[in-house]
């Protein structure tokens, strides 16, 4: 066989290589576009009396599903909101009891204490025990590899997020900026958990909550509580403990 004959065989096959890698990258990333992709609309520091239900109304209006992350000390007074969160579907995790860091990371002992203690309030109120929780202000710096193990022990999962409004240090953000800070999103797409606060002072939270759910809707994403079963999610682990 004529040299360059061989040499245009060899051309045309690398060519059909090439475009067949090239057909079969852009299958493969059409099936990733269509993968489930789920979002975890996460409230902190509930409930309070006018902000929670304003911002259950939003979910129930959309029919999407949140999880509220509960401290046991605002309980007293609204169980007929945390009932609410409860009979509606939700998710609902503790997020200790006092929510007062100089008590909670006094020691590892004291950060279980606390969220056993609201975990146990809210049991009392819905019948129902959260198996998850959220530090305040985060596991990171804070999360060791004892302290785990001794929630896992009584049964807790620790979550914290990938996308924040950061409606908690600045409440008054205008609704742009909290809308445009829910779509930054850190590491895995397809899976986002957001940070939101339900505070008396988070007005501007429920103002954006609507187009934050519309956006991500767009997407075809699947909003989904937290639940018992839900894979855990939480920053790397530091060695040293809480002393």
Not at 190 to 206: A, F, P, Q, S
Request: aromatic share 10%; proline share 3%; hydrophobic share 35%.
């Amino acid at each position: 066989m004529n040299k360059y004959i061989k040499i245009l065989i060899n051309v045309m096959v690398i060519f059909l290589f090439l475009n067949t890698a090239d057909l079969i990258n852009n299958v493969n990333k059409a099936y990733a576009d269509e993968s489930p992709k789920k979002v975890y609309l996460t409230f902190d520091d509930g409930p309070t009396y006018v902000i929670t239900n304003k911002i259950l109304d939003i979910l129930q209006r959309y029919k999407v599903k949140g999880t509220f992350f509960i401290v046991g000390k605002e309980i007293d007074g609204k169980e007929k909101i945390l009932n609410r969160i409860y009979d509606e579907g939700h998710g609902i995790g503790v997020h200790t009891y006092s929510h007062n860091n100089r008590l909670i990371y006094r020691s590892e002992e004291h950060f279980i204490a606390e969220n056993i203690l609201a975990a146990e309030k809210i049991k009392e109120v819905t019948g129902f025990y959260p198996g998850v929780l959220r530090f305040p202000g985060g596991s990171c710096f804070k999360l060791t590899e004892s302290l785990l193990e001794k929630l896992h022990k009584n049964n807790f999962k620790v979550f914290d997020w990938n996308a924040s409004l950061e409606d908690g240090l600045n409440p008054n953000l205008n609704e742009v900026m909290l809308v445009k800070n829910a779509l930054k999103i850190k590491g895995d797409r397809n899976k986002v958990i957001i940070l939101m606060h339900c505070n008396y002072n988070n007005k501007n939270t429920v103002k954006a909550l609507p187009e934050i759910i519309e956006k991500y809707k767009s997407e075809s994403n699947n909003f989904e509580p937290i639940s018992n079963l839900t894979e855990e999610y939480h920053y790397r682990i530091k060695k040293k403990r809480i002393s």
